[in-house]
């Protein structure tokens, strides 16, 4: 999954973005407001993970990321509060990084209508586990490839532009053009 992390506390985000990363995620930082409006504004996120301290204006931009509430404020008003102001879910600290992904994973999809678990034809994609299998034989791919099936499985049948890919696919510091994209495409094929 791709994340937006808005979080001000310096340590927390960055403890927070290295245990998504390590499970497979691709994740940006802002620590400011200001900062998640510009990462917001040129690039598509799975969803927006977002330290209720900090003011938020998602659902006034009219954007449908869905938007899981982390934060140390957790009476049932509060809750509410952060439900009602839009937010998707809202998961109170401390909180197990375990909890979050299963939170985000529930979140993604109700967002798009999917399973853990997606099949095409003999195609599985396992997004829980991270696996690819062809008729019941598992398949080995990278990073890159495993992210793009990922992509034009979730929905299984939805149409995506080379741009739309190219937009999910890339993060702050590499954008994955046309070329990269089509031999992504092409091993994928192959495989």
């Given at each position: 999954?791709?994340?937006?992390?808005?979080?001000?506390?310096?340590?927390?985000?960055?403890?927070?973005?290295?245990?998504?990363?390590?499970?497979?995620?691709?994740?940006?930082?802002?620590?400011?407001?200001?900062?998640?409006?510009?990462?917001?504004?040129?690039?598509?996120?799975?969803?927006?993970?977002?330290?209720?301290?900090?003011?938020?204006?998602?659902?006034?931009?009219?954007?449908?990321?869905?938007?899981?509430?982390?934060?140390?404020?957790?009476?049932?008003?509060?809750?509410?509060?952060?439900?009602?102001?839009?937010?998707?879910?809202?998961?109170?600290?401390?909180?197990?990084?375990?909890?979050?992904?299963?939170r985000l994973?529930?979140?993604?999809?109700?967002?798009?209508?999917?399973?853990?678990?997606?099949?095409?034809?003999?195609?599985?994609?396992?997004?829980?586990?991270?696996?690819?299998?062809?008729?019941?034989?598992?398949?080995?791919?990278?990073?890159?490839?495993?992210?793009?099936?990922?992509?034009?499985?979730?929905?299984?049948?939805?149409?995506?532009?080379?741009?739309?890919?190219?937009?999910?696919?890339?993060?702050?510091?590499?954008?994955?053009?046309?070329?990269?994209?089509?031999?992504?495409?092409?091993?994928?094929?192959?495989k």
């Amino acid at each position: 999954m791709r994340l937006l992390l808005v979080e001000d506390d310096p340590v927390l985000s960055r403890t927070m973005a290295q245990g998504l990363e390590n499970a497979g995620h691709r994740v940006e930082l802002a620590h400011t407001v200001e900062e998640a409006q510009h990462w917001w504004a040129v690039q598509a996120f799975d969803a927006v993970l977002l330290d209720l301290n900090l003011p938020h204006a998602a659902r006034a931009r009219g954007d449908r990321t869905p938007v899981l509430v982390l934060s140390a404020r957790d009476s049932t008003e509060e809750r509410i509060a952060g439900l009602d102001a839009g937010a998707d879910d809202y998961l109170g600290k401390p909180y197990e990084l375990k909890e979050v992904e299963a939170r985000l994973r529930a979140l993604l999809r109700r967002a798009s209508g999917t399973a853990d678990i997606v099949t095409v034809g003999q195609l599985v994609l396992d997004r829980q586990a991270r696996r690819v299998s062809v008729a019941g034989q598992p398949l080995e791919l990278p990073a890159r490839e495993f992210d793009l099936l990922w992509e034009l499985m979730t929905p299984p049948g939805r149409v995506l532009s080379k741009g739309d890919l190219s937009s999910r696919l890339s993060d702050g510091s590499e954008v994955v053009g046309e070329n990269a994209l089509e031999a992504s495409f092409s091993r994928l094929r192959r495989k």
